[in-house]
């Protein structure tokens, strides 16, 4: 009995399997669904290397005191603006002060004596050595004075040049002493953007040459000019040292930047910004194919100008759907306008 059922049962599993449909011909059914499309353009592109870099001032001044004295009038803040030779501290310094009283009371002693031994070789009382020996003396009390009068004006603290306190560490009544830093001092006139760029992509570069600078908050690049390059590069990074000028009012001192350094070109495959979608971490792209859009999974480069460049995943020449529906499915029907 069991055999005269077989051919039955075989017959049965072929018409069961004739009424299957395919997986990958599921999404065609249906009307197609119109979309707008633009094709991969394969396009030889400048190859740029991205360079870390800080803002740093071109001038910038820790300021120490040259006396012993204790702080006496201190009114800045920090970022406060000030201008070349302004005032920025006074001291009191004593010791000084009465180092300077001392060598008046001793220039006007010399004077005296001075003026003395002139008047008795004009007499004839004394030999002229005494008159050039007291001239002598007076010419060392006036460099004394000189000398204390200098070192008093220590006591007042001026700019070195126009900028913007970045550092204050010291209040009024603090005492200051030689080499202690009081203030820091940063120029806002003069800003540079200072990187290490390999020592084989520096190889290229002079002082002198215009350089891309791409500053944290600005949209755009901003052109400088390499004022500095390190003549020796650096034994354990195989780097070397670049400060590059930037225009005046772009940027700010400690700001992250990047130099862009070029590379030469390289074929890129770009396609329309509007193209690429995200999904989680995957970024995809529809490609339409016979009719369909096909799915497919690529890695994405750098913007440039509405457009961003494919690592992989697609070809030149490929037609890609621009800014997919969000009904659109893998190997849904689709239909190209114009």
Do not use: W
Request: some cysteine; hydrophobic content about 45%.
């Amino acid at each position: 009995m069991i055999p005269r059922l077989l051919p039955s049962v075989l017959i049965l599993l072929l018409l069961t399997g004739c009424g299957r449909t395919d997986p990958a011909l599921a999404g065609t059914a249906g009307p197609a669904l119109p979309v707008h499309s633009a094709v991969v353009s394969l396009e030889q592109l400048p190859v740029v290397l991205e360079v870390p870099a800080t803002v740093r001032p071109a001038e910038r001044a820790i300021i120490a005191a040259k006396l012993t004295g204790t702080v006496a009038s201190l009114t800045l803040r920090l970022g406060q603006a000030v201008a070349a030779g302004e005032t920025l501290l006074t001291l009191n310094a004593p010791d000084a002060e009465a180092r300077v009283r001392q060598a008046r009371a001793q220039l006007a002693e010399a004077e005296r004596t001075a003026d003395r031994a002139r008047t008795l070789v004009e007499k004839g009382v004394n030999a002229a050595d005494s008159q050039r020996d007291a001239e002598d003396r007076l010419r060392y009390a006036q460099a004394a004075l000189a000398e204390t009068d200098a070192l008093l004006a220590y006591a007042t603290v001026r700019a070195p040049f126009a900028g913007v306190i970045t550092e204050k560490n010291v209040l009024p009544g603090d005492l200051a002493t030689p080499g202690l830093p009081l203030l820091v001092l940063e120029s806002t006139q003069h800003l540079r953007a200072e990187g290490t760029i390999p020592e084989k992509n520096a190889a290229a570069l002079h002082a002198g040459d215009a350089l891309a600078v791409i500053l944290e908050d600005n949209t755009g690049p901003v052109t400088g000019n390499i004022e500095e390059i390190s003549a020796a590069a650096d034994a354990v990074s195989r780097s070397v040292l670049v400060k590059v000028a930037l225009p005046a009012g772009t940027a700010r001192s400690g700001q992250f930047a990047r130099l862009l350094v070029g590379q030469g070109t390289a074929s890129t495959l770009l396609v329309p910004a509007e193209a690429l979608t995200a999904f989680g971490q995957m970024e995809r792209i529809y490609v339409v194919e016979r009719g369909a859009a096909v799915l497919r999974l690529v890695k994405s480069g750098q913007r440039r100008n509405g457009r961003v460049e494919i690592l992989s995943g697609l070809n030149a020449g490929e037609q890609v759907v621009l800014t997919p529906p969000a009904a659109l499915r893998d190997g849904e029907a689709v239909t190209v306008q114009p």
